[in-house]
């Protein structure tokens, strides 16, 4: 998995402490210690939310060409860090490929995350 890549992976839902969770698609980020990577949520629930999270939500402009059924977002407020191995183990399901245009924009939305914190 290199970054750009979407994959379906099981996420636990954050305000669960018992595990439960639902298989989602992800986005990739690749760390450059090749050990590991960072997985970001994608979603298609986008017009219900409040104008805080939507500035929080990366959108994916050329969403079927990047293997996607719906238009989606990527939602940069959580992340998970994941052993690359987990994923090779797990044989996660590849969905498609960001465009570059696209990886530009979570990017950017990224940055800006980085400098809220």
Not at 8 to 30: I, N
């Amino acid at each position: 998995m290199e970054t750009g890549d979407l994959c379906l992976f099981y996420v636990p839902y954050p305000e669960d402490s018992s595990g439960d969770g639902k298989t989602r698609p992800v986005a990739v980020l690749a760390l450059s210690d090749g050990e590991h990577v960072l997985l970001y949520t994608v979603t298609t629930k986008y017009e219900n939310k409040s104008a805080t999270i939507k500035k929080q939500y990366a959108p994916i402009k050329q969403w079927q060409q990047a293997g996607l059924d719906h238009p989606s977002w990527i939602d940069v407020r959580g992340v998970l860090r994941v052993p690359r191995k987990l994923l090779e183990q797990r044989r996660v399901l590849w969905v498609g490929r960001l465009t570059a245009e696209d990886m530009t924009i979570w990017a950017d939305y990224i940055r800006r995350r980085g400098k809220r914190a």
